[in-house]
């Protein structure tokens, strides 16, 4: 009994591998031509690279994956997937970029503002620095990891970023 059990934990320990393996890329996925008329061939190698790390992330195998991860030792356990954790205060293990859009119109930031990313994370101004933008509807946005375990977003097209921390 001991021995299916240590048999069953290396199975799904295995899985997120095994996720990642059956990953593909999306000019492998796609033909030259639905490439080309999709607009993809226009996007530079570091936002294809952030394109397809946000499908591997994303994509039904590795949520699956999660999951049964999550119910390892539970007879029966919901299908959860667990929440992203990044940026929370006592959840630095994944430091790993995050790109998404900001929801609604954006100007720039000025001590105090509060952005509310697509992908549901929820960030605030940590520094006094003000900053002023053209009005952009639902800009890309870039929070990367910084010194001493802060965090800076960044928009598109733009050669400023701003410390943040994560509220939601």
């Known amino acids: 009994m001991n021995k299916l059990l240590v ?3 290396l199975m799904l320990s295995a899985t997120p591998l095994y ?8 000019e ?10 999709t607009g993809l061939n226009k996007l530079t190698e570091a936002e294809l690279a952030a394109l397809n790390q ?4 994303h994509s039904v195998a590795t949520l699956e994956s999660a999951a049964a991860q999550s119910s390892v030792g539970s007879a029966v356990a919901p299908a959860v997937v ?7 205060e006592g959840a630095e293990t994944d430091r790993s970029l995050i790109t998404s859009r900001l929801v609604g119109e954006f100007d720039g930031w000025d001590g105090e503002t509060i952005f509310e990313l697509e992908n ?35 928009v598109d097209g ?3 970023s701003v410390k943040v921390k994560r509220i939601q």
């Open 7 to 9: 048999i069953l934990s």
């Open 19 to 26: 996720a990642q393996e059956r990953f593909s890329s999306v």
């Open 28 to 37: 492998e996925r796609m033909t030259g031509k639905e490439f080309i008329e």
């Open 54 to 57: 946000w499908l591997r992330n």
């Open 82 to 88: 667990a929440q992203d954790e990044r940026g929370f």
């Open 120 to 154: 549901g994370m929820v960030w605030k101004q940590d520094e006094t620095d003000k900053f002023f933008t053209r009005n952009l509807v639902n800009p890309m946005v870039t929070v990367k990891s910084g010194l001493f375990n802060s965090w800076r977003l960044s």
């Open 158 to 160: 733009y050669n400023k």
